[in-house]
């Protein structure tokens, strides 16, 4: 244990609870800068703007010195967790390193100060970096062509749905349904839904897999799509998966994979090969960019040959002369799903990536996330409820259903599990396991971090046993503990409003 409690987070040093002293700061005529003199004529601006664009009030603006505006960052960002900091088990959503090789080359001046608009002559090396990126992702997933302009996993599934209606459309018919499983990821019926599309739900069965019974049943030419995670979020690769394409194909269907899972898969099987049609990759996972609040997403979609006119443009292509250029005259094409190329420092990154591991490394990568979920399968099953004993790929997911018992919920033992220093798994997904646990280690974890997670979760639940009045308070080393998490959601304050000028100001 002592190891445990040199990892338990610091993060309440003394701060205190007063929201004004911690977050209004200001008082008149601090700086933290110091500007040169002015070297160009000192003009009005608002003969130079129009004094329409030109605000005469912007409230009480916070003025603060350097070392206030350094602390303020610097201890917020204590109050948070960070991948940089500790292991990060969050369940589908592969917290995985984001290697600093990737923030070097980013960060090079002919990438870093390009500008979208800098002519095609003077972009040859950028446009071949998502010509190299692109054609390493095609050889990764098996497909034949890909789009990289999609900003996000979410955007990347809505813009393979619109591929799939506007092909369909062009056969004669965009049809009425897409079947999704009862374990998928929410954004899948969102982004159906949002696509034109109604949702019709199927069924797993007893091992966590699609039930290809129902999956006949259900597929006639009304149906435009399945969408299917593989592995699917219970970390469960679909062994039937070349019959489940047949069936889709046979009636005129298309599949589409979420490959937000591929962290399971890259370099030891290809969803082009075992029948995909269209699929969408998170950079910000498999491929080691930021994730969330350290960078954009990215979410390239990956198709099969048959879709390629549709792709968004401009698309990168080669001139006889082997030099780069940007297409734009494809007629059929669903038009611009982002501005410009899509998050291109995200390219960037995830090109380093690839190029850092090259073929060997990115299949170690793949059979060390695979070891590092199995090992902690094995060491918590028994102590942890295991619903489904299908073999687990990259993720495994447990049950509360032994906590519940002395009335802890899998959200009680994550919020103890941050008191013993690790963020929390995902909780309470995928819906068709209740109570879930679902822990996704990632390649990056040592087995010492690995063991002194399990360990943090025996002893979770060995307080879940014979102490679950510590649990139901936790955490109790974090600066808040219990949120209103609807609250949260439903009135969320996502920024800093300055205070109204009192009159006597
Ligand atoms: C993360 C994830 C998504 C959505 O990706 P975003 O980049 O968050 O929009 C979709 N499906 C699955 C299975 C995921 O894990």
Redesign the pocket.
């Known amino acids: 244990m002592s190891n445990l409690n040199d990892k338990i987070t610091k993060v309440a040093t003394h701060v205190s609870q007063n929201e004004d002293l911690i977050f209004e700061k200001s008082s008149p005529g601090k700086k933290a800068y110091r500007l040169p003199p002015l070297d160009v004529p000192d003009v009005d601006e608002r003969a130079l703007l129009g004094a329409e664009y030109v605000r005469e009030d912007l409230g009480n603006m916070p003025e603060v010195s350097e070392i206030e505006i350094i602390r303020h960052f610097t201890r917020m960002s204590t109050w948070n967790y960070a991948v940089d900091y500790g292991m990060y088990p969050l369940g589908?959503?592969?917290m995985k390193y984001n290697a600093r090789i990737n923030e070097v080359v980013a960060r090079l001046d002919g990438i870093a100060g390009a500008h979208p608009y800098q002519p095609e002559k003077l972009s040859q090396g950028n446009l071949r970096i998502m010509k190299m990126l692109a054609d390493q992702l095609v050889e990764i997933t098996g497909m034949d062509s890909i789009t990289l302009q999609p900003a996000?996993?979410?955007?990347?599934?809505m813009t393979g749905i619109l591929l799939i209606r506007a092909y369909l459309e062009s056969q004669g018919n965009p049809r009425k349904k897409i079947l999704i499983p009862d374990s998928?990821?929410g954004?899948?019926p969102a982004t159906a839904a949002i696509c034109g599309y109604q949702v019709e739900n199927l069924k797993s069965n007893s091992a966590g897999l699609t039930d290809i019974p129902s999956l006949v049943a259900q597929m006639n030419e009304d149906v435009a799509a399945l969408m299917l995670?593989n592995p699917n979020?219970l970390g469960v690769f679909e062994q039937e998966i070349h019959k489940i394409a047949d069936i889709l194909h046979e009636k005129g269907g298309q599949l589409y994979m979420?490959g937000?899972?591929m962290n399971a898969l890259v370099g030891k099987t290809r969803p082009g090969d075992f029948g995909v049609d269209v699929m969408?990759l998170?950079l910000?996972?498999t491929f080691s960019t930021p994730h969330g609040g350290g960078g954009p997403?990215s979410?390239p979609v990956a198709i099969k040959k048959h879709l390629e006119p549709f792709l968004p443009k401009p698309v990168v292509v080669a001139n006889s002369d082997g030099t780069l250029r940007l297409d734009y005259d494809r007629p059929k094409s669903i038009g611009r799903v982002r501005m410009y190329f899509g998050n291109f420092g995200m390219h960037v990154r995830a090109l380093a990536y690839i190029m850092a591991n090259g073929p060997d490394g990115l299949r170690l990568t793949t059979e060390d996330a695979v070891l590092n979920a199995n090992y902690i399968r094995k060491k918590l099953a028994g102590i942890y409820d295991l619903p489904y004993s299908t073999p687990s790929m990259h993720e495994v997911v447990f049950s509360d259903r032994n906590q519940a018992r002395k009335g802890i919920k899998t959200g009680d033992i994550a919020k103890r599990l941050i008191d013993y220093g690790f963020h929390p798994y995902t909780t309470s997904f995928p819906l068709i396991v209740p109570g879930a646990l679902m822990i996704e280690p990632t390649e990056s974890e040592s087995k010492e971090e690995l063991d002194q997670f399990i360990e943090a979760m025996k002893a979770v639940a060995e307080e879940a046993e014979n102490n679950p009045e510590i649990i139901a308070g936790a955490p109790y080393n974090t600066r808040v503990s219990r949120m209103d998490e609807t609250a949260a959601a439903r009135k969320p304050i996502l920024r800093w409003k300055p205070k109204a000028k009192s009159a006597a100001e």
Do not use: F, L
């Open positions: 589908s959503c592969t996000a996993g979410a955007h990347g599934e998928a990821h954004t899948n995670t979020t979420d937000a899972n969408h998170n910000h996972k997403g979410g």
